[in-house]
């Protein structure tokens, strides 16, 4: 299994997952150019991916999902407008050719939104993004994967020091918005386990966060806890430049 995050951040959010059997995407809040244009590396087109499994409603991250037939499309009850073809439930598994997929609840100010599970030939990755907390009622499906994508969407200090309203910082910084640094890290501590090889850090805002700013707080937070920061390959996505990881062979 590997994986490509196309883009990652407010202005648009689409991951490609690539299986021995499928071709899976997360989201579709992109232009269809890029997308298209990223698929080509792997000699794919769009009409080769397999399903397409929506996070939440929030534009950047549905903007362009009518490219695909509903038949396509998997989200849980009310994420998408109009009538859904394969409506999924929180912790239930859905089977596409041998790889399994299953949404967990997360904490977003957004209708029923969810993480997902992609387990495959052994291997097991975790897509956890737009959440304001980690609800520790999914450690025993999200546990140690092979791989984490996770999101560490801001910096305290900078996000109130910005021109933000006020209104805006505390939707961004409550329950129901989005995880900082250091709640990231403490989240996959919780998440990671033997079989974690690889961290990539998702949805870090353009004006609110650094990759230095999220790497120096995984690295204290792990030292907090024991944990040796260096057995994992930690990267940060971001909006513009896609990320490949995983199994990958070129």
């Not at 990755?125 to 737009?130: A, E, F, K, P, S």
């Not at 499906?141 to 900078?158: G, K, R």
């Not at 021109?163 to 961004?172: A, D, F, G, V, Y």
């Not at 930690?234 to 990881?245: D, E, F, S, V």
Request: net charge negative; aromatic share 8%.
């Amino acid at each position: 299994m590997f994986f490509d995050i196309v883009a990652s951040g407010s202005k648009g959010n689409a991951t490609l997952i690539f299986t021995k059997h499928n071709l899976f995407l997360i989201d579709m809040g992109i232009a269809i150019a890029t997308l298209e244009e990223e698929l080509k590396k792997f000699n794919k087109k769009i009409t080769d991916i397999n399903a397409v499994f929506v996070t939440h409603n929030h534009t950047d991250h549905i903007k362009n999902i009518k490219t695909f037939s509903p038949k396509k499309l998997y989200a849980l009850e009310g994420t998408i407008p109009g009538k859904l073809s394969n409506v999924i439930y929180l912790n239930k598994e859905i089977k596409i050719l041998n790889d399994i997929i299953v949404p967990f609840k997360t904490s977003h100010d957004a209708i029923n939104p969810c993480g997902y599970v992609f387990i495959s030939e052994g291997e097991k990755l975790v897509y956890m993004t737009d959440t304001g907390i980690y609800l520790s009622e999914n450690n025993s499906l999200v546990n140690n994967p092979n791989y984490l994508i996770i999101e560490s969407n801001h910096d305290i200090q900078m996000l109130m020091a910005s021109l933000r309203p006020m209104e805006l910082k505390k939707r961004i910084l409550g329950e129901c918005g989005h995880l900082c640094n250091e709640d990231s890290a403490f989240a996959a501590k919780e998440i990671i386990g033997d079989k974690t090889s690889e961290i990539i850090l998702a949805h870090l805002s353009e004006e609110c966060n650094t990759p230095e700013h999220a790497v120096n707080a995984y690295k204290k937070v792990f030292d907090y806890c024991n944990l040796d920061l260096n057995k994992f390959k930690l990267r940060c996505a971001n909006q513009w430049t896609p990320l490949i990881g995983g199994n990958y062979e070129n």
